[in-house]
């Protein structure tokens, strides 16, 4: 069965760092544009960062900009999001999500099945 898979949350103090990761299993994860999304509670679900399956561009939100950095290995068929310098606001569950096309909360072939986040002194 084709699926994501995250891993990596857990428990941080602010200012910590944290890697996730998103395994692809049954397809093959460098054809499609990979994205993170966090919803923290009472909260809409957003959009965190996503890299492109052309070019490998990146793209961030405003609020990670310059402490998350996005990257593949396609050996490993997975994505990770390097996460530096967290903050309590960074507290979520985190998806990744995969779509051939373009990924997007709205677009997206498989999403996963979330990973907590939690930062806290």
């Known amino acids: 069965q084709a699926q994501l898979v995250e891993s990596g949350g857990g428990l941080v103090q602010p200012g910590g760092s944290l890697r996730l990761s998103c395994t692809a299993s049954g397809f093959t994860l460098r054809h499609y544009a990979v994205g993170w999304f966090r919803q923290a509670p009472g909260k809409e679900r957003e959009g965190v960062s996503c890299i492109s399956n052309r070019d490998n561009t990146s793209y961030y939100a405003d609020s990670v900009k310059g402490r998350f950095t996005i990257s593949r290995d396609n050996a490993k068929n997975t994505v990770y999001l390097q996460m530096n310098s967290l903050k309590v606001e960074d507290t979520a569950v985190y998806y990744c999500?995969?779509?051939?096309?373009?990924?997007?909360?709205?677009?997206?072939?498989?999403w996963g099945q979330g990973t907590q986040v939690t930062v806290s002194s």
């Open positions: 999500a995969a779509d051939p096309f373009g990924v997007s909360l709205q677009r997206h072939d498989y």
